[in-house]
């Protein structure tokens, strides 16, 4: 799947593309990564992304007490 914005940065469009794997039969990882475009904007969106799918997304005890 490739994501594009419709608005141009600095750097031009941001092209994000992702892969999924299935790790087990309940259980996939996404790889997202930047295509083109500028690296601060991918950032910006990875951040949103991982933000609003914050309930979806498994994490180590590590991941949450480093949360804390």
Request: net charge positive; with cysteine; hydrophobic share 35%.
């Amino acid at each position: 799947m490739r994501l594009q914005n419709l608005k141009a940065g600095r750097k031009g469009n941001l092209n994000v593309s992702t892969e999924v794997f299935q790790v087990a039969p309940s259980l996939h990882m996404v790889e997202v990564r930047k295509s083109k475009g500028d690296t601060l904007e991918f950032h910006k969106f990875y951040k949103n992304l991982s933000t609003c799918l914050d309930n979806v997304v498994w994490k180590t005890e590590q991941d949450m007490e480093e949360k804390k």
